[in-house]
């Protein structure tokens, strides 16, 4: 079998604050503060960065307010939250968003 190997180079500061403004459908300034510990969580590693907005909606931690009419989040909660450093650390946290009925069947067809 023949592979190949990407290196992929981290993403700069500008471009997690792009990404989250697009995610989000908000403007810059509301984005500065979010992509700062973003970045500093997942060390620009765009895998990582990527996973880390979905768990934060999944678990609600960013959520759309109709109140306010925009995604919403605590910037405290998310400094405090432990990240996992590894793509299998943040594969096993996901999967344990899934029903067990549905991580059976993956333990069954590993």
Same mark, same amino acid.
């Given at each position: &079998?023949?592979?190949?190997?990407?290196?992929?180079?981290?993403? $700069?500061?500008?471009?997690? %604050?792009?990404? +989250?403004?697009?995610? /989000?459908?908000?403007?810059?300034?509301?984005?500065? &503060?979010?992509?700062?510990?973003?970045?500093?969580?997942?060390? $620009?590693?765009?895998?990582? %960065?990527?996973? +880390?907005?979905?768990? /934060?909606?999944?678990?609600?931690?960013?959520?759309?307010?109709?109140?306010?009419?925009?995604?919403?989040?605590?910037?405290?909660?998310?400094?405090?939250?432990?990240?996992?450093?590894?793509v299998a650390g943040f594969i096993s946290t996901n999967l344990s968003y899934f029903p067990r009925t549905?991580?059976?069947?993956?333990?069954?067809?590993?």
């Open positions: &079998v023949k592979t190949s190997e990407i290196k992929l180079s981290a993403l $700069s500061r500008d471009a997690v %604050v792009d990404m +989250l403004m697009t995610e /989000l459908r908000l403007p810059r300034r509301m984005m500065l &503060v979010l992509a700062e510990l973003v970045h500093k969580k997942t060390s $620009s590693h765009a895998y990582f %960065v990527v996973q +880390l907005l979905n768990s /934060l909606i999944c678990d609600f931690t960013i959520e759309y307010s109709p109140k306010n009419r925009r995604y919403t989040w605590d910037e405290d909660i998310i400094a405090l939250m432990p990240i996992s450093s590894t549905k991580l059976q069947v993956l333990r069954l067809l590993s």
